[in-house]
């Protein structure tokens, strides 16, 4: 019989990841899938039904994949979406009963924990004592400043209320748009300039790193860096200067959602959000006042199966 596995699932915005580890955190195998939960939800406040459904064939084929690898342990957990779609509770439900998966809606904090504890792995060799994360979902961003340490302490986090997928929608930046676009960086930028204000910051400058997790730090330093085909791991955990980044944002904004989703790099999965994620993830860099960040695919996931492998030594 094989040995139990542990295994991770992380219900974004536009996104949901798999990642099964033995009991070691060996990667047995990982996978993202395009769910598109948060697609059309600006208008209506719902989950379509559209996807509702892919949402639940993703589970079915995650759990048939868990099955496979003799899966004990797992956490599944949801975020920005299922925390503000008016039948979010109905989608947790239907998971249960079609797929078999009990699916956690955690907060922006938890939500912030996870992600820390996943990009601290990317992290081992910088020597500063502090650290900032975040992390540029499709229905939030999270930034978080702790300290760099074994056990990391969270000294300030905030939840954006935009990620890719509500930005786009709400602000119209399907294609590039100067003014949309300035009305979306005004937006970012207050949130931003406040978490520098009440995480006091600037005390830490000179001794803090920068870390940013999801696609979009991936996928534009395959940008910048002129690499195809876009490969996560093949970025994962490279240190990209702000100066690579803008470069790729400026790229970025010369390409329509037809070229976008022609590129390599980006692809008809990302192209309609891509703009706004762009604005985003620029904006906030210039204002936490970054040189350069490590880019991460080692995120929530990561860190969930972290917190199975202490909780089975501790069963023990």
């Given at each position: 019989m ?112 996870l992600?820390?504890?996943?990009a ?85 400058r000179?001794d ?38 803008e ?50 695919l ?19």
């Open positions: 094989k040995p139990q596995s542990l295994a991770a699932i992380d219900l974004g915005t536009n996104s949901c990841r798999l990642l099964i580890a033995d009991a070691a955190g060996r990667t047995l195998y990982k996978t993202a899938v395009s769910t598109r939960m948060g697609e059309g939800m600006q208008a209506t406040g719902r989950f379509t039904d559209e996807a509702i459904s892919r949402g639940v064939e993703c589970f079915c084929s995650f759990k048939m994949k868990m099955d496979e690898y003799n899966t004990g342990q797992y956490r599944a957990i949801a975020t920005a979406a299922c925390r503000t779609a008016a039948n979010g509770e109905e989608f947790v439900r239907k998971i249960k009963q079609q797929a078999g998966i009990d699916l956690e809606v955690i907060d922006g904090y938890e939500e912030a924990v992600n820390l504890k996943g601290m792995l990317n992290l081992q060799n910088e020597k500063a004592g502090h650290v900032v994360v975040y992390d540029l979902g499709g229905g939030s961003t999270e930034i978080t400043l702790a300290t760099r340490s074994r056990r990391p302490e969270i000294l300030y986090t905030i939840s954006i209320p935009y990620g890719a997928r509500n930005a786009a929608e709400k602000f119209g930046l399907k294609e590039y748009d100067v003014d949309r676009a300035a009305l979306l960086d005004k937006e970012i930028a207050a949130y931003a300039r406040s978490f520098v204000r009440a995480s006091g910051l600037e005390k830490y000179g803090v790193c920068f870390a940013a997790t999801s696609s979009t730090p991936l996928r534009l330093t395959h940008i910048a860096r002129g690499w195809t085909p876009y490969d996560r791991a093949r970025a994962d955990g490279a240190v990209v200067g702000t100066d690579e980044f470069q790729a944002v400026a790229a970025v904004r010369q390409m329509s959602c037809a070229q976008m989703a022609a590129d390599a790099n980006v692809g008809p999965t990302r192209a309609e959000i891509f703009q706004a994620a762009a604005v985003i993830f620029s904006r906030i860099y210039k204002e936490l006042g970054a040189r350069k960040i490590v880019a991460s080692k995120s929530a996931v990561d860190g969930i199966i972290m917190d199975l492998q202490s909780e089975q030594i501790f069963s023990e």
